[in-house]
């Protein structure tokens, strides 16, 4: 059974692209959540999604920032005309109801040049 | 909303004991976690409370008081790989999401 599974590991874009970040949840899981961590920094809740619906997404910007979580396929966040500032850790956690842990993948080391 | 408390760094020899502190104000609340993080990795999962008291797990043990909103991790018989970051986060009463706390750095010496 895998664990959370996110690609790519290491994300290199210039001021103005887009970044698209992915996560599989664990099998079985409906469940996932993106956090994003500074360097030195806790994590910050983003966006809570569970197939097809956004539940929460108060952490989100207003502007540039997206999320989806597909009938098929990975959970996406999607990050347009990026700048130096979204340079972060991007960690996405999986879990299902009725369980207490959630189970985070190794993250998107995102860098803007 | 929630704010969580907890010290940014903390140092402790080997063999040693070491207590991390978290405090939380919360509008609601739905268990408390604590996660390590090695430097550059993913926060994997150590202890969850929900109910008043200790929770002990080998090395580890987790304490929660709801009156005071304070938690707290125990590491007992600190190891060299046990430096790392430990993070208290809380659950909101709804049981969506985790709120962070910013962290504790842990850096054991020999």
């Known amino acids: 059974n895998a664990g959370v599974m996110q690609n790519p590991r290491h994300l290199v874009r210039r001021r103005g692209q887009e970044a698209r970040l992915r996560c599989s949840p664990m099998k079985g899981h409906s469940h996932v959540y993106w956090y994003r961590q500074l360097p030195e920094e806790g994590l910050k809740f983003m966006v809570y999604l569970q197939k097809e619906n956004i539940i929460d997404e108060s952490g989100m910007p207003k502007e540039r920032f997206s999320a989806e979580f597909p009938k098929e396929g990975p959970s996406i966040l999607r990050i347009q005309q990026v700048v130096r500032g979204d340079s972060a850790a991007y960690f996405c956690?999986?879990?299902?109801?009725?369980?207490?842990?959630?189970?985070f993948g190794q993250g998107t080391r995102l860098t803007v040049v | 909303g929630q704010n969580i408390d907890q010290p940014t760094e903390m140092t402790a020899t080997e063999g040693a004991i070491v207590q991390i502190n978290c405090t939380y104000q919360t509008s609601g609340f739905n268990g408390l976690f604590w996660y390590q993080q090695h430097a550059g990795e993913a926060p994997t999962f150590l202890s969850y409370n929900v109910l008043d008291g200790l929770e002990e797990k080998g090395r580890f043990s987790s304490f929660l008081s709801r009156s005071k909103g304070y938690s707290y991790l125990l590491l007992k018989e600190l190891q060299m790989k046990d430096s790392a970051s430990y993070l208290c986060a809380v659950r909101d009463r709804a049981g969506n999401m985790l709120t962070f706390g910013g962290g504790t750095r842990l850096m054991v010496k020999p």
């Open positions: 956690a999986s879990s299902s109801p009725g369980l207490n842990e959630a189970f």
